[in-house]
């Protein structure tokens, strides 16, 4: 049973552009979202992280936005640069157990 | 941020033996450390969750015989796949928790190929 479904697969920006990734998940029972960043060969990177209390979190050019009713959360990528380029995870966690639950990835491409 | 690093970096073994990637929290306890499996293009599985001095809860699926894990300390946690197969190559990533229970700090992962 899939509990977190990522969307796209795959995305092109050109640079400048802006990136959305998309979650949606069914059990209302996490408490935090987290988005990780990894680039080929190495371990995921916490990126940002959201709680269900809170409607939209930014840090940088990186903006969480949540939806609690609709159970989604996205993720938004302002003045996509090249570097950004990698895949994109999503993932759910609940606090009583710490466990991970990862979303498919969303490889992301930033054209110069 | 902490710091989580993994040896070796990537590992050949042959069919049948068993090697041994070891996982370390550098700067930090790590209270809880968690094994993934992540094969390409593909998202990350989580294989088993272990605390120090207990034994590791495993994932439905995972078989514990043969993906031993020992989590000795509060900074070190090993995983052993024994009777290696070219079906378990695969990129093992591991991850732990402190303090701040509910951030994970991700290893730089381990490439382990099986001929």
């Known amino acids: 049973q899939q509990q977190v479904k990522q969307s796209p697969q795959s995305l092109i920006v050109q640079k400048g552009g802006i990136s959305i990734i998309n979650c949606a998940y069914e059990?209302?029972?996490?408490?935090?979202f987290p988005w990780y960043q990894q680039f080929p060969g190495k371990g995921p990177a916490l990126l940002i992280a959201i709680r269900p209390d809170v409607s939209e979190k930014k840090e940088g050019r990186f903006t969480i936005s949540f939806n609690k009713s609709a159970k989604q959360f996205s993720l938004h990528i302002m003045d996509s640069q090249p570097g950004d380029s990698a895949t994109y995870f999503c993932a759910l966690q609940m606090d009583s157990s710490y466990k991970l639950i990862f979303g498919s990835g969303t490889r992301l491409l930033v054209r110069p | 941020g902490a710091v989580v690093s993994q040896h070796p970096s990537w590992v050949i073994c042959k069919s049948g033996t068993s090697v041994k990637i070891e996982c370390r929290s550098l700067d930090f306890q790590a209270t809880t450390m968690f094994w993934y499996r992540q094969f390409p293009k593909q998202s990350l599985m989580l294989m088993a969750t272990?605390?120090?001095?207990?034994?590791?809860?495993?994932e439905q699926g995972v078989e514990k015989d043969k993906f031993l894990i020992n989590h000795a300390s509060l900074t070190l946690s090993t995983l052993t796949v024994t009777s290696a197969h070219p079906e378990d190559s695969s990129f093992y990533i591991c991850?732990?928790?402190?303090?701040?229970?509910?951030?994970?700090?991700f290893g730089p992962g381990t490439r382990l190929t099986v001929t």
């Open positions: 059990n209302t029972a996490f408490d935090y």
């Open positions: 272990s605390n120090e001095g207990s034994k590791a809860t495993y």
């Open positions: 991850s732990a928790t402190g303090l701040a229970v509910y951030e994970q700090y």
